[in-house]
């Protein structure tokens, strides 16, 4: 009885462990599963099969069973109660066994698990043996995911395999303390000793291991680079070798020799020439035999040329070499590769600020490349058509860049747009002909431009005393024509508001004469009043435009009042705050209408290179100084019409008089632009930093319009490394706007080099506190760094 009992036992355990697959089978089932629900189904059942293995501890099959959970494990589904099957498969004697349990080690384990940092004897000792291929498998899985820890405590077996006879053996050593040095910096001195002696290697595996290992160490310790320094002309003579005779035929790719070794021996020289003349000096004359000799007809030459291009850019090169360096790049516009022209555009605008004069003889090519129907192409020579644009070249470069605002896609008009208004500030050769540029964005892309493009157009034409009637026949043409650009019809209204007089008079000699009577241009400007597609604010400015014509028109103002008398029951509170004004001021005070509704004085602005903040703070002078201080009485009936629903002025109770210039009161009734006192700077904020990278926000509130803040973020490096591939992202919330400019760049030079600066503009209205969330991405010591954290302590002054 009990002996029938122990078989029935026996052959329920054989009938549960019978079914279990081979990983060939395993994968053609899971394969052939139609659904997803037929997937899991497999896996589940294949999984508690693995765990039932596992509990038996069978040691003849467990790597099998380790094998078949890997794939799993690939495939996305849980694998984790492997991990210890992993340390017993490394302990193993068998090499099957260490090899699965090696893989699954660097598959399932990592810095997060404890488990990791018990197979570290287990390592040290396949270290110490002497069979390559545990050798090889213990360096790799300690390169794949040892810890800090597991670094510190092997780095004395790792040191020592680096002297070791076997190629095969040092490679994967030389990998392995790379690992080490991005893991633990302090342990460069560890390695430092080795290096100059492995690279009389002729090894290509080693000698290119080496390379990366010195660069490494070199971005590390500033004592490394110190020591390494002493070898740029065995580094020197490498290349040399490789680009005159080569190095090995079956490492040649495309006709060039060694391509992956000349770039990280470029990469190396970069850096310990970069701020060293000596070394640089040593250098120069192979980089122009590097940049004249390789052919460029493959990706494989193209690739060293460029690397080439960034060495002589970083060190402190010869000026002919950085030319030569230039003319590479011009060369690669002209590239059928897409991924090469866009690489030469990236690396022309960072040499624009340094080596202008060079890149400005490849401007008709940068140019023609506006056409790319590729977007990240178009607006990379965006970018560098806008930082090449200059005094002399400015007339011809505008053309060019208006020519693409009319065709150019819908997500770069806006910084084509304002690109053309800030390089047509700065350059602009006359008046006249910066007005005409402005005027030509604004008819083409009036709904891009920027917010500030209306209120530069408007004090532009009312300095210009001589371009008054021009001016606003060139607006009234246009405003004819088309009413959809707001911008457009904004600075129209403005215009013809306040130079109706000279429109009507015709006696501009510049462009062609036009018949304009009173009943036209009113009969425009009620148009704009009733289109769908006129904002509140465009309708401000024309129904003030026709308040100032009441003064300007030789007819009868009757037409005039019925409109301005419609808009005291129009439902923005804002408009009809001005149509009740303009209504009391018709019926009221119409005796000092004319004096209230009189030209804007004149408003000066300096050179086009002198600072917006200075050109602000003394168009405030003037403008004070042009209007006389008027007497005791007139400022008191101005002060009067603030309160326009009591009919007695002098039983009125008037808010204190802040400003009895007439100037004051006619900006708050006709909200008309006047420049207040510069306020108190703002203090600026650090927000960020980490390794050296510094990120800060300085603040700067416009007078003219204090809902705008105009936040710049500066980007610093101090440390050793470069900073590459930078981006800053912002977002606010949903009761702020956020417009963002291009950065000035992607890269921060190491030790202080140039930051990067890039301006974001948020409107607050409502004046509520501002909280921005900033997501930072670049990379940072080969190691890319992405940081989220949120600012909500920016000062008070930049909101209130």
């Given at each position: 009885?009990?002996?029938?009992?122990?078989?029935?036992?026996?052959?329920?355990?054989?009938?549960?462990?019978?079914?279990?697959?081979?990983?060939?089978?395993?994968?053609?089932?899971?394969?052939?599963?139609?659904?997803?629900?037929?997937?899991?189904?497999?896996?589940?059942?294949?999984?508690?099969?693995?765990?039932?293995?596992?509990?038996?501890?069978?040691?003849?099959?467990?790597?099998?069973?380790?094998?078949?959970?890997?794939?799993?494990?690939?495939?996305?589904?849980?694998?984790?109660?492997?991990?210890?099957?992993?340390?017993?498969?490394?302990?193993?004697?068998?090499?099957?066994?260490?090899?699965v349990g090696y893989l699954g080690a660097m598959l399932l384990l990592d810095e997060r698990h404890d488990a990791h940092l018990l197979i570290t004897n287990s390592i040290k000792n396949d270290l110490s043996q002497g069979i390559q291929p545990v050798q090889g498998l213990a360096l790799c899985t300690l390169s794949t995911m040892g810890s800090a820890e597991m670094c510190r405590d092997l780095a004395p077996e790792v040191e020592k395999l680096l002297l070791q006879p076997s190629p095969y053996v040092r490679k994967k050593a030389i990998l392995t303390a790379v690992h080490m040095i991005?893991?633990?910096?302090?342990?460069?001195?560890?390695?430092?000793?080795?290096?100059?002696?492995?690279?009389?290697?002729?090894?290509?595996?080693?000698?290119?291991?080496?390379?990366?290992?010195?660069?490494?160490?070199?971005?590390?310790?500033?004592?490394?680079?110190?020591?390494?320094?002493?070898?740029?002309?065995?580094?020197?003579?490498?290349?040399?070798?490789?680009?005159?005779?080569?190095?090995?035929?079956?490492?040649?790719?495309?006709?060039?020799?060694?391509?992956?070794?000349?770039?990280?021996?470029?990469?190396?020289?970069?850096?310990?020439?970069?701020?060293?003349?000596?070394?640089?000096?040593?250098?120069?004359?192979?980089?122009?035999?590097?940049?004249?000799?390789?052919?460029?007809?493959?990706?494989?030459?193209?690739?060293?040329?460029?690397?080439?291009?960034?060495?002589?850019?970083?060190?402190?090169?010869?000026?002919?070499?950085?030319?030569?360096?230039?003319?590479?790049?011009?060369?690669?516009?002209?590239?059928?590769?897409?991924?090469?022209?866009?690489?030469?555009?990236?690396?022309?605008?960072?040499?624009?600020?340094?080596?202008?004069?060079?890149?400005?003889?490849?401007?008709?090519?940068?140019?023609?490349?506006?056409?790319?129907?590729?977007?990240?192409?178009?607006?990379?020579?965006?970018?560098?058509?806008?930082?090449?644009?200059?005094?002399?070249?400015?007339?011809?470069?505008?053309?060019?860049?208006?020519?693409?605002?009319?065709?150019?896609?819908?997500?770069?008009?806006?910084?084509?747009?304002?690109?053309?208004?800030?390089?047509?500030?700065?350059?602009?050769?006359?008046?006249?002909?910066?007005?005409?540029?402005?005027?030509?964005?604004?008819?083409?892309?009036?709904?891009?431009?920027?917010?500030?493009?209306?209120?530069?157009?408007?004090?532009?034409?009312?300095?210009?005393?001589?371009?008054?009637?021009?001016?606003?026949?060139?607006?009234?043409?246009?405003?004819?024509?088309?009413?959809?650009?707001?911008?457009?019809?904004?600075?129209?209204?403005?215009?013809?508001?306040?130079?109706?007089?000279?429109?009507?008079?015709?006696?501009?000699?510049?462009?062609?004469?036009?018949?304009?009577?009173?009943?036209?241009?009113?009969?425009?400007?009620?148009?704009?009043?009733?289109?769908?597609?006129?904002?509140?604010?465009?309708?401000?400015?024309?129904?003030?435009?026709?308040?100032?014509?009441?003064?300007?028109?030789?007819?009868?103002?009757?037409?005039?009042?019925?409109?301005?008398?419609?808009?005291?029951?129009?439902?923005?509170?804002?408009?009809?705050?001005?149509?009740?004004?303009?209504?009391?001021?018709?019926?009221?005070?119409?005796?000092?209408?004319?004096?209230?509704?009189?030209?804007?004085?004149?408003?000066?602005?300096?050179?086009?290179?002198?600072?917006?903040?200075?050109?602000?703070?003394?168009?405030?002078?003037?403008?004070?100084?042009?209007?006389?201080?008027?007497?005791?009485?007139?400022?008191?009936?101005?002060?009067?019409?603030?309160?326009?629903?009591?009919?007695?002025?002098?039983?009125?109770?008037?808010?204190?008089?802040?400003?009895?210039?007439?100037?004051?009161?006619?900006?708050?009734?006709?909200?008309?632009?006047?420049?207040?006192?510069?306020?108190?700077?703002?203090?600026?904020?650090?927000?960020?930093?980490?390794?050296?990278?510094?990120?800060?926000?300085?603040?700067?509130?416009?007078?003219?319009?204090?809902?705008?803040?105009?936040?710049?973020?500066?980007?610093?490096?101090?440390?050793?490394?470069?900073?590459?591939?930078?981006?800053?992202?912002?977002?606010?919330?949903?009761?702020?706007?956020?417009?963002?400019?291009?950065?000035?760049?992607?890269?921060?030079?190491?030790?202080?080099?140039?930051?990067?600066?890039?301006?974001?503009?948020?409107?607050?209205?409502?004046?509520?506190?501002?909280?921005?969330?900033?997501?930072?991405?670049?990379?940072?010591?080969?190691?890319?760094?992405?940081?989220?954290?949120?600012?909500?302590?920016?000062?008070?002054?930049?909101?209130?």
């Open positions: 009885m009990g002996w029938s009992r122990n078989l029935e036992t026996y052959f329920g355990k054989v009938r549960m462990v019978a079914p279990s697959l081979k990983l060939q089978d395993l994968i053609e089932e899971i394969r052939g599963a139609k659904t997803q629900a037929q997937e899991r189904e497999v896996i589940q059942k294949e999984c508690a099969h693995i765990r039932a293995s596992f509990r038996d501890g069978d040691p003849v099959h467990r790597h099998r069973q380790l094998a078949k959970l890997l794939y799993v494990h690939m495939l996305g589904y849980p694998a984790h109660f492997g991990q210890m099957e992993c340390l017993k498969l490394i302990a193993s004697s068998r090499f099957t066994d260490k090899r991005r893991k633990v910096p302090e342990l460069s001195s560890v390695f430092l000793p080795p290096c100059v002696h492995l690279l009389h290697e002729r090894h290509h595996g080693i000698l290119l291991g080496t390379i990366t290992l010195i660069t490494e160490l070199c971005e590390r310790s500033p004592a490394a680079l110190r020591h390494f320094r002493k070898v740029v002309p065995q580094l020197v003579q490498i290349l040399r070798t490789l680009v005159t005779t080569g190095y090995s035929t079956e490492h040649s790719i495309s006709g060039v020799s060694d391509p992956f070794l000349q770039v990280q021996i470029l990469r190396l020289l970069r850096i310990l020439g970069r701020n060293h003349e000596e070394s640089s000096e040593t250098m120069n004359d192979l980089l122009a035999q590097v940049a004249t000799n390789t052919d460029t007809s493959r990706n494989a030459g193209n690739a060293v040329l460029f690397e080439t291009v960034l060495t002589i850019m970083d060190i402190r090169s010869a000026a002919g070499l950085r030319v030569l360096a230039v003319n590479i790049l011009g060369r690669f516009l002209l590239n059928s590769d897409r991924n090469i022209r866009y690489v030469a555009l990236t690396s022309l605008l960072r040499l624009v600020q340094s080596d202008h004069s060079a890149v400005q003889r490849h401007r008709p090519t940068v140019v023609d490349c506006l056409q790319e129907t590729d977007a990240s192409l178009s607006r990379r020579a965006l970018e560098l058509s806008l930082a090449l644009v200059n005094s002399s070249n400015v007339r011809a470069m505008m053309q060019e860049l208006q020519a693409f605002l009319e065709s150019c896609p819908p997500d770069l008009r806006a910084d084509c747009a304002s690109g053309i208004l800030l390089a047509a500030e700065r350059f602009a050769p006359t008046k006249r002909w910066h007005i005409d540029t402005i005027l030509h964005v604004l008819t083409t892309a009036g709904t891009h431009v920027r917010d500030d493009a209306v209120a530069n157009l408007t004090q532009l034409i009312g300095g210009a005393q001589e371009l008054h009637a021009y001016s606003v026949r060139r607006l009234y043409n246009a405003l004819a024509e088309d009413i959809s650009q707001q911008p457009l019809v904004q600075v129209a209204a403005w215009c013809i508001g306040e130079y109706g007089d000279l429109l009507l008079e015709g006696n501009c000699e510049e462009i062609e004469p036009l018949q304009v009577d009173e009943e036209e241009v009113l009969a425009l400007l009620e148009k704009v009043l009733q289109s769908h597609m006129s904002l509140p604010a465009t309708r401000g400015y024309a129904l003030t435009a026709l308040m100032k014509l009441s003064t300007r028109l030789q007819g009868d103002n009757n037409r005039i009042r019925q409109v301005v008398s419609i808009y005291k029951s129009c439902l923005d509170v804002e408009l009809q705050q001005r149509a009740v004004e303009y209504d009391t001021l018709f019926r009221k005070y119409d005796h000092m209408r004319a004096a209230i509704l009189e030209k804007m004085p004149l408003v000066e602005r300096d050179g086009p290179q002198a600072d917006e903040e200075a050109k602000e703070s003394k168009a405030a002078a003037q403008l004070s100084e042009a209007v006389p201080a008027p007497t005791e009485p007139q400022a008191s009936q101005l002060l009067d019409l603030l309160d326009l629903l009591d009919g007695a002025s002098g039983d009125a109770q008037h808010p204190p008089p802040l400003d009895p210039s007439p100037g004051g009161a006619l900006v708050y009734l006709l909200d008309l632009p006047c420049a207040p006192p510069p306020p108190a700077p703002i203090p600026d904020l650090k927000v960020f930093e980490r390794e050296g990278v510094q990120l800060n926000l300085s603040f700067i509130r416009p007078p003219e319009n204090p809902a705008l803040l105009l936040i710049t973020a500066t980007a610093t490096n101090s440390s050793e490394g470069d900073v590459t591939d930078f981006i800053c992202q912002a977002a606010v919330p949903k009761s702020l706007q956020l417009q963002m400019q291009a950065p000035s760049g992607n890269t921060v030079p190491a030790r202080g080099g140039l930051p990067i600066t890039q301006l974001f503009r948020i409107l607050n209205p409502n004046k509520a506190p501002v909280r921005l969330k900033l997501r930072l991405t670049y990379n940072h010591f080969h190691q890319s760094v992405q940081e989220i954290f949120e600012v909500n302590n920016l000062p008070v002054e930049s909101w209130q």
